[in-house]
């Protein structure tokens, strides 16, 4: 006979059977002490490939990792089958914390943030000369989401054949950016290929720039095993073709630095940018902004930045380049 309520013990309590014979959920998670480290070498389609003790193992996220977000250059721990063998699959069960992170949104209104790659050094900013025609405020972009990622920037002009660089860098000189100046000719020689190969070691490095100016071509010659598919530029638009679809990772022949190719852009939102950090690339700059009023633009009829370049403690063309770079924040890149 079976008793309720308060005359009940252990023996009267009836405990529905599991039906699919598996263990009951649980919210503690292992802490996977043993998991190995690897590197995002690139992300397709839910699978990444990652380099783990030298060899190139393909992964998949653990579903403790929810929606977090898993980019190129992200430093992983992983877990399961780490032979690289064919058909196998591992898992990556964390993220390590980032060091750097270069963001982008699709337009200035998106409040959508893209990660285009973590925990890179340098942000190769690939611009032809002729052939598209070079899009100043697509640069100042990539130049202002370096800044706020704490990336250095670098200027890679291609294409001199066919146009001068002096034109272009006259704009950009007082910002002070290394840049690299590239033709056809010397990169089917190798020339241009070792000076930019120069800037890039030791560092991990993200190229970008719009279709057709060249960077897909310029990163097969700085890796030549690794030959990645080139497009051309429609001679009607003025604009190249999308070859690139994926951010991929490859490893500098001397073995010392990465360059990571990045697909091709025709915008590049900073609806992610807070416009007060973008002084602080601007070290000669901040001390003047002492006598800024609160929540200052630097770029009113009251910013103390004008007075401080007045009296000789900066260049002009610096608080010039400045108000550049805050005003792209406004505007389109084809504006």
């Not at 720039?209 to 497009?231: E, F, Y």
């Amino acid at each position: 006979m079976r008793r309720y309520g308060k005359h009940t013990d252990e023996d009267d309590v009836r405990v529905r059977p599991n039906r699919k014979g598996n263990r009951p959920r649980t919210t503690i998670r292992p802490k996977h002490e043993d998991a190995a480290e690897g590197f995002v070498l690139t992300v397709d389609r839910g699978r990444l490939t990652c380099l783990v003790d030298g060899r190139t193992v393909m992964a998949m996220k653990a579903r403790e990792l929810g929606r977090k977000g898993v980019v190129v250059g992200d430093r992983v721990a992983v877990v399961g089958d780490l032979t690289g063998a064919k058909d196998t699959l591992a898992r990556i069960v964390r993220v390590e914390e980032r060091r750097s992170v270069l963001r982008r949104t699709a337009d200035d209104d998106d409040p959508y943030e893209r990660v285009v790659v973590a925990n890179a050094d340098q942000l190769a900013i690939v611009t032809a000369l002729a052939d598209p025609e070079p899009r100043p405020r697509l640069i100042d972009r990539c130049l202002v989401a370096a800044y706020d990622a704490g990336l250095e920037p670098l200027l890679v002009l291609t294409k001199s054949d066919l146009a001068p660089a002096e034109t272009l860098m006259q704009s950009y000189g007082a910002l002070g950016v290394p840049y690299v100046v590239t033709s056809r000719d010397e990169l089917a020689e190798g020339d241009a290929a070792e000076r930019v190969r120069e800037r890039l070691n030791g560092r991990i490095t993200a190229f970008v720039g719009h279709s057709g100016v060249g960077k897909t071509t310029l990163v097969n010659a700085l890796v030549p095993d690794r030959q990645r598919a080139t497009g051309h530029v429609n001679a009607v638009t003025g604009r190249g073709r999308h070859t690139t679809t994926s951010a991929l990772a490859l490893p500098l022949p001397s073995g010392d630095g990465w360059v990571i190719d990045t697909p091709g852009v025709r915008s590049f939102g900073l609806a992610h940018i807070d416009p007060s950090r973008v002084i602080h690339a601007f070290p000669d700059l901040v001390p003047g902004t002492e006598g800024c009023p609160r929540a200052c633009s630097h770029d009113e009829q009251d910013c103390a930045l004008d007075q401080w370049v007045a009296d000789g403690h900066a260049d002009p063309q610096r608080l010039y380049s400045l108000r550049r770079l805050l005003a792209t924040r406004e505007r389109r890149e084809g504006d």
